[in-house]
């Protein structure tokens, strides 16, 4: 009982944290690209570390079992891999798969990544070059540069939330409840417009609905790596590279693209790898449950 109380302590923190000023700024007319956004998403990456700090604190459960260890023993290493290179190359499928489908919007020169360079005062003679070292950056360094922020994240969904979930209802059902969370938790800034704008039909409600099923997907990869190393750290990597490349595929596509459909990982056809994956690390999160007993402590 105790167990479901800190469980719901922390979701309400971790939303009231996060909605109501984002309830606030939204009624304000703010909207996602404005100055203020960017430091209100900042501001919410480090708000489900805080929540569980400050349930840890109130409850005098302790900050034991925080997954700080790095998890490497036992061939845990491979799993920082999987972290590393899983959403790049999910990314990847998924915009390749895109573009068969959809071949005249394809623009293999970058038009649009180069728009942004040149109004960003990158001389033209210049620009080929900053593309390719953004690029690697956001391939090799991306997974790692942006960890600082998602484990503001990861450690309030995979290191708190998640092995509570999990003791009371298995692993299964703990990926299922923590990835639902998850995506409502995000609410406020899918109807600022995060990830898939305004203005389309079903706004904001269909968005919502749309980042709960991305985080469904993506919180069972997280969820997986989290179970088989019992370390935060392999989530906070595979968010980093997903924030570092999910927008790539954008800068080499032409004309409208809806984000419901791609080529970002957001949409259903950009997303299919993504999609592939979670179900298979969803079903081997429950068969290598059953067959020794670990519920993934972290």
């Not at 906070?236 to 924030?243: C, T, W």
Request: charged share 10%; proline share 6%.
């Amino acid at each position: 009982m105790l167990e479901k109380k800190r469980i719901w302590l922390f979701i309400a923190l971790a939303f009231g944290l996060t909605w109501i000023p984002g309830l606030i700024l939204t009624l304000a007319g703010m909207r996602y690209g404005d100055a203020l956004s960017g430091f209100y998403l900042m501001a919410c990456m480090l708000i489900p570390a805080l929540a569980s700090i400050l349930v840890r604190a109130f409850t005098k459960e302790g900050f034991r079992k925080m997954g700080w260890a790095p998890g490497f023993q036992n061939g845990g290493w491979k799993w920082y891999l999987a972290a590393f290179f899983g959403p790049t190359l999910c990314m990847l499928l998924g915009a390749v798969a895109y573009f068969l489908i959809f071949p005249a919007r394809f623009d293999p020169s970058g038009a649009a990544m180069k728009a942004v360079l040149s109004q960003a005062g990158i001389p033209e003679a210049q620009i080929p070059l900053v593309m390719g070292v953004q690029l690697i950056q956001g391939l090799l360094i991306g997974p790692i540069i942006n960890v600082p922020f998602t484990l503001g994240e990861e450690l309030g969904w995979r290191s708190y939330l998640l092995p509570k979930l999990t003791g009371l209802y298995g692993q299964r059902k703990a990926i299922l409840l923590s990835g639902l969370v998850w995506g409502l938790w995000h609410a406020p800034m899918i109807a600022m417009g995060h990830n898939y704008g305004t203005g389309y039909w079903g706004w904001p409600i269909l968005g919502i609905l749309a980042m709960v099923v991305f985080c469904l997907a993506m919180g069972s990869f997280e969820a997986f790596l989290t179970f088989r190393t019992g370390s935060v750290w392999p989530a906070a990597m595979a968010h980093s590279s997903l924030n570092a490349i999910t927008a790539t595929p954008v800068y080499f596509a032409l004309g409208a693209n809806s984000p419901f459909v791609g080529p970002m990982m957001t949409g259903l056809i950009g997303g299919w790898a993504l999609l592939a994956l979670a179900i298979l690390c969803y079903l081997r999160s429950g068969k290598e449950a059953r067959a020794d007993g670990h519920e993934g402590d972290v």
